[in-house]
């Protein structure tokens, strides 16, 4: 009997938050691939789950800060009801603390030039942790998500070439470094040394948009265009939401409701929304994200007068988001200018469109004329209060103009299915593999259950 073709994926987050991630590894996996996928663990223990055929096992790649991190002296003193809100409490403390203290230190060397070893952070340990797994799993392909887990899937293939293995590396650039905002320079100049020394040995770069590749040929210092492999929400693995939004906020049908769904920061422009709440009287505002998100936090405290109109719901599984965001009137998007928000079309685009909602965005480059191509939609100057207020107020007056423009051609171009026809036929050329299909599973994630300490 024919053997599956393997693949190993690395990624430095907890992974179900990431829905790229877990799209490749469904796709692959239905499509006949073994799949495993290797994360950082959000807590102080190793899981593993699963989605579809793909395993997913997420290791202390990172250290992570959690109340076994805690002296158990100190935990004595902090016993009774109150006990779970105080550790709470501490985490945040220690996480923001050393938050400041790096972002202090690479100021500090920034200001004085201290000459110091930039090294990439995690890839020792990282190493470390995922040798002996890759070694046993013995992949065809590693793929590498984005340039943080680059130097540390490069390193990974060069091991198992060592030992004899055949293995090929798959570069899949989320973003472009120059456009990391929170990177200092040194870092951002080491990060594009690997990126270029590991496209070279790349059987296959990946990227997002025509934008990103536009730039990458001269980041990465290549000479063919990578292959697009946009971030296009699943169709056809989409559930019923269990949830519906409207219940979730107690409000009518009949109530104006625009919705965000993502991560919040302040370079996401949601202050902007919240600002112009005021001039949209009762129109609600709802952010579908994490409650303990310190910038949520912020936000919610920064708008005292609106707790009535402005709402936070948590998370809904990535596989009933569409359904769960069908019942707003308006999706939003009112990120900043930054280099990373100008490149592509990012995640909740394609799953706003998929719901059929239209889109209120800033005007970045390539969604703003997206909307204006389209007609699913209105631009707005990013940041400006008024100018957002004038175009949520043309989307309500008339929201079935811009739904129009949502024809089954239209949402079709803007399907993962497609996107994954392409990630398939690379993963076959490089490889020279022809799996056989499987019985499709659902885009369902499992329940994560322990896995045994690895280090």
């Avoid at 109530?255 to 965000?260: A, D, S």
């Avoid at 100057?381 to 739904?403: C, G, Q, S």
Wanted: glycine letters at 4%; a positive charge; proline letters at 6%.
């Amino acid at each position: 009997m024919q053997s599956a073709p393997k693949t190993l994926h690395i990624v430095l987050n907890g992974v179900t938050e990431d829905s790229r991630v877990l799209k490749c590894a469904w796709s692959l996996g239905n499509a006949g691939w073994d799949v495993l996928v290797i994360g950082a663990t959000p807590f102080g223990y190793p899981d593993e789950l699963t989605i579809g055929y793909a395993r997913i096992e997420r290791l202390p790649l990172k250290l992570v800060i959690t109340k076994d991190k805690i002296p158990k002296v100190f935990l004595g003193f902090i016993k009774g009801e109150n006990a779970q809100w105080l550790i709470a409490g501490i985490l945040r403390r220690l996480r923001r603390y050393l938050r400041k203290l790096r972002a202090y230190r690479r100021k500090l060397f920034e200001k004085f030039r201290v000459k110091s070893e930039v090294v990439v952070p995690n890839l020792h340990r990282s190493v470390k942790v995922i040798t002996p797994i890759a070694l046993e799993f013995s992949p065809d392909v590693v793929h590498a998500h984005d340039y943080t887990a680059l130097p540390i899937a490069g390193a990974i293939v060069e091991l198992l070439r060592v030992k004899g293995r055949k293995v090929l590396l798959v570069y899949d650039a989320h973003e472009y470094v120059p456009g990391v905002a929170h990177l200092t320079k040194p870092m951002a100049t080491l990060y594009t040394k690997i990126e270029r020394k590991y496209s070279k040995k790349a059987a296959a770069i990946l990227s997002v948009s025509e934008p990103m590749n536009d730039l990458l040929l001269e980041q990465l210092q290549i000479k063919v265009r990578p292959t697009i492999v946009a971030n296009d929400p699943l169709v056809d693995g989409q559930h019923p939401s269990e949830r519906n939004l409207r219940a979730d906020l107690g409000i009518d049908p009949m109530v104006p409701l625009m919705v965000y769904s993502g991560a919040v920061a302040p370079q996401r422009g949601i202050q902007t929304a919240l600002a112009a709440l005021r001039e949209l009287p009762g129109v609600h505002l709802v952010l579908i994200a994490n409650p303990k998100n310190k910038s949520v936090m912020d936000l919610v405290q920064s708008a005292p007068d609106l707790s009535d109109r402005f709402h936070v719901v948590p998370y809904v599984p990535n596989s009933q988001l569409v359904s769960y965001l069908a019942t707003a009137d308006i999706g939003l998007i009112p990120i900043l200018h930054r280099l990373n928000h100008e490149i592509s079309l990012i995640t909740k685009f394609g799953e706003y469109m998929q719901a059929r909602l239209p889109i209120l965005v800033s005007d970045v480059k390539t969604m703003s004329a997206e909307v204006i191509k389209l007609g699913n939609g209105e631009v707005f100057i990013a940041e400006d209060v008024d100018d957002f207020v004038r175009a949520a107020k043309l989307i309500f007056a008339n929201p079935e103009k811009y739904k129009a423009a949502y024809t089954d051609e239209v949402l079709m171009e803007h399907t993962w299915e497609g996107q994954a026809e392409v990630l398939l036929s690379v993963y076959n050329r490089i490889a020279r593999a022809d799996p056989i299909a499987r019985i499709h599973l659902p885009f369902i994630v499992s329940e994560a259950k322990p896995l045994q300490e690895v280090i």
